[in-house]
């Protein structure tokens, strides 16, 4: 279990051409960081020899940035030829809800 406060949790996801010890080396960054992984998705897509992966982790106790993560991430990222994101999971995002005034939308659906 980790010290890390409620309020850091990441989230990591991968798409990276399958060979192996990707796995091992996302792992090891997240020990040599301090982090905890909370929950964990591997799909291996092995007709494209493709491996998309989905991990949730908690931060370091010390609270280490999300910038800093992304960059010492991006050595690992770039050995295994990755397409990744990392984002803090705790920030809610910029959401915008669009409505109308006229009804169309809502007599599509009542003749039915």
Known sequence: MSDAPANSHFVLTVRCPERP????????????????????????????GQVFLRTGFTGPPAGIPV????????????????????YDASRRPRLL????????????????
Request: proline residues 2%; hydrophobic residues 40%; glycine residues 6%.
């Open 21 to 48: 010890g990707i796995l091992h080396a996302i792992t090891s960054f997240f020990v040599e960081h301090g982090c905890d992984i909370s929950e964990h998705q591997q799909f291996d897509n092995t007709f494209h």
């Open 67 to 86: 910038e800093r993560l992304r960059a010492a991430f991006t050595p690992t990222g770039d050995a295994f030829q990755m397409a990744w994101q990392l």
């Open 97 to 112: 809800i669009m409505v109308s005034r006229f009804d169309h939308c809502l007599t599509d659906q009542a003749g039915r």
